[in-house]
């Protein structure tokens, strides 16, 4: 990463303390996951505060919440699913996101004990802006997101931080939301009759009266 983007990084980590100084933390370790500054991660950041906002709730540092995003692969501003994951600490390697493929730049999300949850939707007029911007014109002219001019994609992030929720957002009625009971997490290791690779124990199959990992077995996950 260039140096004048780490800078900017700092400096758009500074400014997102306006939201408190912890998500000025988070919001700039956002930028560095993320890997580059533009519209959609600071959008989907902003998204998911303003969910936690709804539902009084604070940021998930254990298990105790979902969110389902509707970004899709195969468009852009799909980075918008990025900044919900830093932001709501539902993320995927916690097993706590989902994406429902659907296209939108919305979120919900859903507090496990409650089953309370509210959907975030960002505004028309907001995308079709987006969508409108020296940004994108440069990213469809092939421009990879790394290499637009520092101040093209800072002014983007400037306005999304600079706006209201409700300048932003829809944000629904909390509404109750039915989740199937989750099976509960393994702490056993099994090994692999086959390969020899060690396998959480509930994903173990048998074949042939081998215990086997799914890639071994040959069976659909």
């Keep these: ?10 400096e758009l980590g500074r400014e997102a303390e306006k939201f408190g100084e912890q998500w000025g933390n ?9 890997g580059h500054i533009c519209g959609g991660m600071p959008l989907g950041f902003r998204a998911a505060l303003a969910a936690l906002k709804a539902l009084d ?16 692969t195969g468009h852009a501003a799909g980075c918008f699913a990025d900044g919900a994951q830093l932001a709501s600490g539902c993320t995927y390697g ?36 987006a969508f409108h911007s020296p940004f994108i014109e440069l990213r469809k002219q092939g421009t990879p997101p790394t290499e637009v001019p520092a101040d ?22 909390l509404f109750e939301y039915a ?3 989750a099976p509960k997490p393994t702490f056993e290791l099994i090994t692999c009759n086959q390969c020899g690779e060690v396998v959480a124990a509930n994903k ?5 009266g081998e215990t086997v990992c799914l890639p071994c077995s040959g069976y659909p996950a």
């Design 152 to 173: 093209v994609s800072r002014a983007l992030v400037d306005n999304l931080l600079n706006k209201t929720d409700e300048e932003l957002f829809k944000v629904s009625e």
């Design 57 to 72: 709730t604070e940021r998930e540092l254990n298990m105790g919440k979902l969110v389902f995003v509707e970004t899709a």
């Design 26 to 34: 988070y919001f700039e370790s956002a930028l560095f996951m993320h």
């Design 204 to 208: 173990i199959r048998v074949k042939n």
């Design 94 to 129: 916690k097993g706590l996101m989902e994406r429902t493929e659907f296209g939108k730049w919305a979120i919900t999300l859903v507090d496990k004990a409650s089953h309370k949850a509210v959907r975030i939707a960002v505004r028309p007029e907001v995308m079709q802006a």
């Design 179 to 181: 989740l199937p009971a």
């Design 1 to 10: 990463m260039k140096t004048e983007q780490v800078e900017l990084i700092h």
